[in-house]
């Protein structure tokens, strides 16, 4: 036997994950002469009677059985591999780390529309003179064919000599120009259209600003950093309008003269317009193309934009979270902006945090890694104090602006003013009235509550609470309880408020439809406009109201969490938070962060011009950490309460905390399913691994299923998804049973 093989080449299979399959995945033989196929590659392959496209996994050798009867590798797309290296250490590590396929990450990395063959792309046909025939030839060819003559005329008069066959009549002269090109005075090009979905709008090229002092010792730092391949990430501290996107720019252009690529990941980019927009201004002049990806954009332009990547046509990268797998050439620098921003975890499987693998990939491709923020989360503070990252801060504002005054309402006492309207206060609505007169804006936010109902009182603002994880209690409609989703620590709903004896204690919400027409009736003369997320689902709505807003066509802005991030309005003076504790209430372990982290955001929008801004807070809670640290823009001291409290309760960044979900369409099933599993790990998890009784989800139900859950709460983060990755697969619980895993869980509902 081995004496027949023995001139044969050996074979060596790949294992392809198709597309358009969910996560399918084969083994094919490399053809001899296929050896550029390689980890990452995209390749046709065949399946069943026909063929399609998939990316190469990894290569293993033939099994002995089936080795020789592996189906061949037609076609080998692009020489290059879609996935680099470094990308796919990157999918393999984050795929064991969140406890999912390596598919599912190589999907995020090459992109739906990249995947999909006939998304190819769009080509537009050119006509070039190449010889002008001459007088004499050219009277011959006007009178035999006057078409052609035309042709040749106008491309004679052309500037460029070279014209779209569009203009010179569309397809109907194409026959005339094939004949032209016969004879050698014409010749017809393939042309590559670019998609640019920045096209449409111009950006007037920008000069590097003079950095103040602050500025300059982070871009130095950053740029050492760079140079010297440092990847200990740095994350820059600097107060809202400390001139952050500034430093980025300025490191940016560093980077790329160095002959490096960059990436820079922004919050739900149709938030972020103006991160955007001065990354293309400043580099509009230079050869170095911004790459811009976003899921908003059509199918053809993300296409675009990742090959023009990918080919290193494009060296800046910018985009939400997913970005991050962007395949920036010779990566050089990622800066995370608005770190702290929760966007940045996917709410669906795999569900990773972009700011982790961000950091993960620098490490990975020796590139820096800055972290930027006014309020960084309290994971990057803990990890500069561990000593795993280092710090750089801005604490000034880089016009020399003050920050904004903040006033902070105590609602239980203005609640009780005969002209209180609900809501609105009367001294917030003065101060509303008093901008008016002057034609200054107001920016006013409407925290939104999300799906948790928890009970606040509307006279004093007690929100009844855990008595051991002091963490807001949801409230169960089917079981008429209060239960703490932490520890599972049940409770009976009180009739009356347990701290002011109030029998008002279930609170109707406010939406911001409602708000609005409150508005309008307060202040009929005033150009209101209303920013939901209803609002924003229109395409370019968001964008068309922020131009609005800055031309000053709108007086007041109302809105909810969405328009509190990086906007700078110079005609905002004041800022008005409606509801500032409704965040507190959440059963998370985030809910104080959160809520500082936005109201220092959004009174951030204040005072960005020559005239000293204000803050009005209107709070139940007005001694709540979160509140008080807030109104004095004082991000060390909320961090150092705040992580001493997730220290004692044993909350993250001190641990990892997992949620662990089943949902079924039948109710019984998904109760027994994650009581089956629930006892099973309680037997095999090691010490150090805490688990909490299953229960009903905070959102008990969600399209048509019903949701139980467990929290997990560990050390190391890999234990939890090793062992409870391998019992889900074990359980083999039907289709009609459904586990997901979230590690590291940024939601709790
Ligand atoms: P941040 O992102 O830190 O909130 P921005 O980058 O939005 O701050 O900067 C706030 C404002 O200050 C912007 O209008 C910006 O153009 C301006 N700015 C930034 N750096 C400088 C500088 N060195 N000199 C003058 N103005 C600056
Ligand atoms: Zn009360
Ligand atoms: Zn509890």
Same mark, same amino acid.
């Given at each position: 036997?081995?004496?027949?093989?023995?001139?044969?080449?050996?074979?060596?299979?790949?294992?392809?994950?198709?597309?358009?399959?969910?996560?399918?995945?084969?083994?094919?033989?490399?053809?001899?002469?296929?050896?550029?196929?390689?980890?990452?590659?995209?390749?046709?392959?065949?399946?069943?009677?026909?063929?399609?496209?998939?990316?190469?996994?990894?290569?293993?050798?033939?099994? &002995?059985?089936?080795?020789?009867?592996?189906?061949?590798?037609?076609?080998?797309?692009? $020489?290059?591999?879609?996935?680099? %290296?470094?990308?796919?250490?990157?999918?393999?590590?984050?795929?064991?780390?969140?406890?999912?396929?390596?598919?599912?990450?190589?999907?995020?990395?090459?992109?739906?529309?990249?995947?999909?063959?006939?998304? +190819?792309?769009?080509?537009?046909?050119?006509?070039?003179?190449?010889?002008?025939?001459?007088?004499?030839?050219?009277?011959?060819?006007?009178?035999?064919?006057?078409?052609? %003559?035309?042709?040749?005329?106008?491309?004679?008069?052309?500037?460029?000599?070279?014209?779209?066959?569009?203009?010179?009549?569309?397809?109907?002269?194409?026959?005339?120009?094939?004949?032209? +090109?016969?004879?050698?005075?014409?010749?017809?090009?393939?042309?590559?259209?670019?998609?640019?979905?920045?096209?449409?709008?111009?950006?007037?090229?920008?000069?590097?600003?003079?950095?103040?002092?602050?500025?300059?010792?982070?871009?130095?730092?950053?740029?050492?950093?760079?140079?010297?391949?440092?990847?200990?990430?740095?994350?820059?501290?600097?107060?809202?309008?400390?001139?952050?996107?500034?430093?980025?720019?300025?490191?940016? &252009?560093?980077?790329?003269?160095?002959?490096?690529?960059?990436?820079?990941?922004?919050?739900?980019?149709?938030?972020?317009?103006?991160?955007?927009?001065?990354?293309?201004?400043?580099?509009?002049?230079?050869?170095?193309?911004? %790459?811009?990806?976003?899921?908003?954009?059509?199918?053809?332009?993300?296409?675009?934009?990742?090959?023009?990547?990918?080919?290193?046509?494009?060296?800046?990268?910018?985009?939400?979270?997913?970005?991050?797998?962007?395949?920036?050439?010779?990566?050089?620098?990622?800066? =995370?902006?608005?770190?702290?921003?929760?966007?940045?975890?996917?709410?669906?499987?795999?569900?990773?945090?972009?700011?982790?693998?961000?950091?993960?990939?620098?490490?990975?491709?020796?590139?820096?890694?800055?972290?930027?923020?006014?309020?960084?989360?309290?994971?990057?503070?803990?990890?500069?104090?561990?000593?795993?990252?280092?710090?750089?801060?801005?604490?000034?504002?880089?016009?020399?602006?003050?920050?904004?005054?903040?006033? =902070?309402?105590?609602?239980?006492?203005?609640?009780?003013?005969?002209?209180?309207?609900?809501?609105?206060?009367?001294?917030?609505?003065?101060?509303?009235?008093?901008?008016?007169?002057?034609?200054?804006?107001?920016?006013?936010?409407?925290?939104?509550?999300?799906?948790?109902?928890?009970?606040?009182?509307?006279?004093?603002?007690?929100?009844?609470?855990?008595?051991?994880?002091?963490?807001?209690?949801?409230?169960?409609?089917? +079981?008429?309880?209060?239960?703490?989703?932490?520890?599972?620590?049940?409770?009976?709903?009180?009739?009356?408020?347990?701290?002011?004896?109030?029998?008002?204690?279930?609170?109707?919400?406010?939406?911001?439809?409602?708000?609005?027409?409150?508005?309008?009736?307060?202040?009929?003369?005033?150009?209101?406009?209303?920013?939901?997320?209803?609002?924003?689902?229109?395409?370019?709505?968001?964008?068309?109201?922020? %131009?609005?807003?800055?031309?000053?066509?709108?007086?007041?802005?109302?809105?909810?969490?969405?328009?509190?991030?990086?906007?700078?309005?110079?005609?905002?003076?004041?800022?008005?938070?409606?509801?500032?504790?409704?965040?507190?209430?959440?059963?998370?372990?985030?809910?104080?962060?959160?809520?500082?982290?936005?109201?220092?955001?959004?009174?951030?929008?204040?005072?960005?011009?020559?005239?000293?801004?204000?803050?009005?807070?209107?709070?139940?809670?007005?001694?709540?950490?979160?509140?008080?640290?807030?109104?004095?823009? $004082?991000? $060390?001291?909320?961090?150092?309460?705040?992580?001493?409290?997730?220290?004692?309760?044993?909350?993250?960044?001190?641990?990892?905390?997992?949620?662990?979900?089943?949902?079924?369409?039948?109710?019984?099933?998904? $109760?027994?399913?994650?009581?089956?599993?629930?006892?099973?790990?309680?037997?095999?998890?090691?010490?150090? =691994?805490?688990?909490?009784?299953?229960?009903?989800?905070?959102? &008990?139900?969600?399209?048509?299923?019903?949701?139980?859950?467990?929290?997990?709460?560990?050390?190391?983060?890999?234990?939890?998804?090793?062992?409870?990755?391998?019992?889900?697969?074990?359980?083999?619980?039907?289709?009609?049973?459904?586990?997901?895993?979230?590690?590291?869980?940024?939601?709790?509902?």
């Amino acid at each position: 036997m081995q004496g027949l093989f023995q001139d044969e080449p050996e074979q060596t299979a790949a294992r392809v994950l198709l597309d358009g399959f969910n996560d399918m995945v084969l083994d094919y033989a490399i053809p001899p002469g296929m050896s550029k196929v390689t980890r990452g590659s995209r390749v046709e392959v065949p399946l069943r009677n026909r063929t399609t496209t998939g990316t190469v996994i990894k290569l293993t050798p033939p099994d &002995a059985e089936w080795g020789n009867r592996l189906k061949l590798i037609t076609r080998l797309i692009d $020489d290059t591999p879609a996935v680099g %290296a470094k990308l796919m250490d990157l999918a393999e590590w984050a795929a064991r780390y969140y406890a999912v396929p390596v598919e599912q990450l190589i999907r995020c990395i090459v992109p739906e529309p990249v995947r999909r063959e006939h998304h +190819e792309e769009k080509t537009r046909k050119m006509v070039v003179l190449v010889q002008w025939p001459g007088d004499e030839e050219m009277n011959k060819i006007n009178a035999k064919a006057p078409r052609q %003559a035309a042709i040749l005329r106008y491309l004679h008069q052309s500037e460029s000599k070279r014209e779209p066959l569009a203009d010179l009549g569309g397809s109907p002269a194409l026959t005339p120009c094939r004949a032209l +090109e016969k004879r050698g005075f014409v010749r017809i090009e393939e042309e590559v259209v670019h998609r640019d979905p920045a096209a449409q709008e111009n950006f007037a090229p920008s000069c590097p600003l003079k950095l103040n002092e602050e500025q300059q010792h982070a871009l130095d730092i950053i740029t050492q950093a760079s140079d010297s391949q440092s990847t200990k990430p740095i994350v820059l501290q600097g107060v809202t309008g400390s001139g952050k996107t500034e430093v980025y720019l300025q490191a940016a &252009a560093h980077v790329l003269q160095h002959g490096k690529g960059v990436l820079i990941l922004v919050p739900e980019i149709s938030l972020t317009p103006q991160t955007m927009a001065r990354f293309k201004s400043r580099f509009a002049e230079s050869d170095t193309k911004v %790459a811009i990806l976003h899921s908003a954009m059509s199918d053809g332009e993300r296409f675009d934009e990742w090959h023009a990547i990918h080919r290193g046509k494009a060296r800046i990268a910018i985009g939400p979270r997913s970005a991050l797998f962007a395949p920036v050439q010779n990566l050089g620098l990622i800066i =995370v902006d608005e770190e702290h921003d929760s966007s940045y975890k996917q709410e669906n499987s795999p569900r990773y945090h972009g700011r982790d693998l961000a950091v993960l990939r620098a490490h990975l491709e020796g590139a820096t890694v800055v972290l930027g923020s006014a309020t960084p989360s309290l994971e990057s503070l803990y990890n500069v104090a561990s000593g795993k990252y280092s710090m750089l801060r801005m604490d000034k504002r880089a016009d020399g602006q003050r920050l904004p005054l903040t006033r =902070v309402l105590d609602m239980r006492t203005e609640a009780k003013d005969k002209r209180y309207l609900g809501i609105l206060s009367e001294r917030l609505r003065m101060a509303m009235e008093d901008r008016l007169k002057k034609g200054e804006q107001t920016i006013l936010l409407l925290n939104r509550r999300g799906f948790a109902r928890s009970l606040q009182c509307p006279d004093c603002g007690h929100i009844v609470s855990c008595e051991h994880c002091s963490l807001p209690l949801t409230y169960h409609a089917t +079981e008429n309880r209060l239960i703490c989703h932490i520890c599972g620590y049940r409770a009976a709903v009180p009739r009356k408020c347990p701290e002011c004896g109030s029998a008002n204690i279930l609170l109707e919400g406010y939406g911001t439809q409602k708000v609005e027409k409150l508005l309008r009736n307060c202040f009929p003369n005033a150009r209101i406009q209303r920013v939901d997320a209803d609002v924003a689902a229109r395409k370019n709505a968001l964008r068309d109201i922020l %131009a609005d807003f800055r031309a000053h066509r709108i007086d007041i802005l109302l809105g909810t969490q969405m328009i509190s991030k990086g906007l700078d309005f110079p005609g905002v003076t004041l800022v008005g938070v409606l509801n500032a504790d409704i965040g507190l209430s959440m059963p998370d372990p985030r809910a104080a962060e959160r809520t500082f982290q936005l109201l220092t955001q959004v009174a951030g929008r204040a005072g960005r011009g020559d005239i000293d801004g204000e803050v009005i807070i209107q709070t139940f809670t007005p001694h709540a950490p979160a509140i008080q640290y807030a109104r004095r823009h $004082d991000t $060390d001291g909320f961090a150092e309460t705040e992580l001493a409290l997730r220290q004692e309760l044993e909350f993250p960044p001190y641990t990892h905390m997992s949620v662990l979900t089943v949902r079924s369409p039948k109710e019984d099933l998904a $109760d027994f399913s994650i009581n089956s599993l629930y006892k099973k790990l309680k037997r095999i998890l090691p010490e150090g =691994v805490v688990i909490s009784d299953p229960l009903p989800a905070p959102i &008990a139900k969600a399209y048509g299923q019903f949701r139980y859950q467990c929290t997990l709460k560990s050390r190391s983060a890999r234990q939890v998804a090793d062992i409870v990755s391998k019992e889900i697969r074990e359980l083999n619980s039907g289709e009609d049973v459904i586990f997901t895993l979230d590690i590291d869980a940024y939601s709790f509902m």
